[in-house]
């Protein structure tokens, strides 16, 4: 709800990288955690303009770089506007991914996230965050999962533990 109002005052980064605190939080101040996203966006921006030619890189290691970007944003970004085989485990895909047996004692989104990359084909890896993602928000609940209307039961561990092997 707020981008449309801030791009059109900020269309680009070399206008953003001009803002001040104070001129740019009444666009964010509506957004959880207003404060860091003003000075991150206003950090991002001033980095791509000096660092980046005014251009979104698109490799996680520069992403990560730019302040307020973490590994998962990078992931998300490198994947979706590029394509590229990088895998963004959020919390739904980080609990379907264990659920489901695709990632075995995985603590951490980083170890998840190579063990799904291991097995993944690299052309379906960006599509693959997608199909988690959604199947976490809309099927594989965290509370109740909705195993009776899943139709990953015949191999998923999760629910040949809970249920039995054949639903």
Same mark, same amino acid.
């Given at each position: 709800?707020t981008?449309?109002?801030?791009?059109?005052?900020?269309?680009?980064?070399?206008?953003l990288?001009?803002?001040?605190?104070d001129?740019?939080?009444?666009?964010?101040?509506?957004? &959880?955690y207003?404060?860091?996203k003003?000075?991150?966006?206003?950090?991002?921006?001033?980095?791509?303009v &000096?660092?980046?030619?005014?251009?979104?890189?698109?490799?996680?290691?520069?992403?990560?770089?730019?302040?307020?970007?973490?590994?998962?944003?990078?992931?998300?970004?490198?994947s979706?506007v590029d394509?590229?085989?990088?895998?963004?485990?959020?919390t739904?895909?980080?609990?379907?991914?264990?659920r489901?047996?695709?990632?075995?004692?995985?603590?951490?989104?980083l170890?998840?996230?190579?063990?799904?990359l291991?097995?993944?084909?690299?052309?379906?890896?960006h599509?693959?965050? +997608?199909?988690?993602?959604? +199947?976490g928000r809309?099927?594989?609940?965290?509370?109740?999962?909705k %195993?009776?209307?899943?139709?990953?039961?015949?191999? %998923?561990?999760y629910?040949?533990?809970?249920?039995?092997?054949?639903?």
């Amino acid at each position: 709800m707020t981008t449309p109002a801030i791009f059109e005052r900020y269309p680009d980064a070399a206008s953003l990288s001009k803002a001040d605190f104070d001129e740019l939080f009444p666009y964010i101040r509506s957004i &959880s955690y207003p404060n860091n996203k003003t000075k991150h966006l206003i950090g991002m921006a001033r980095m791509l303009v &000096s660092d980046f030619g005014g251009e979104v890189p698109l490799t996680v290691d520069e992403l990560v770089r730019l302040p307020g970007v973490g590994r998962k944003t990078a992931n998300v970004i490198t994947s979706v506007v590029d394509n590229q085989p990088n895998m963004a485990v959020d919390t739904h895909v980080f609990r379907v991914a264990a659920r489901i047996g695709l990632t075995v004692n995985a603590k951490t989104p980083l170890a998840a996230e190579r063990q799904l990359l291991e097995f993944i084909p690299r052309d379906q890896v960006h599509l693959a965050h +997608h199909w988690l993602i959604l +199947h976490g928000r809309y099927v594989c609940v965290a509370r109740s999962p909705k %195993c009776g209307e899943c139709g990953l039961t015949p191999a %998923c561990k999760y629910y040949a533990k809970h249920f039995g092997k054949i639903p």
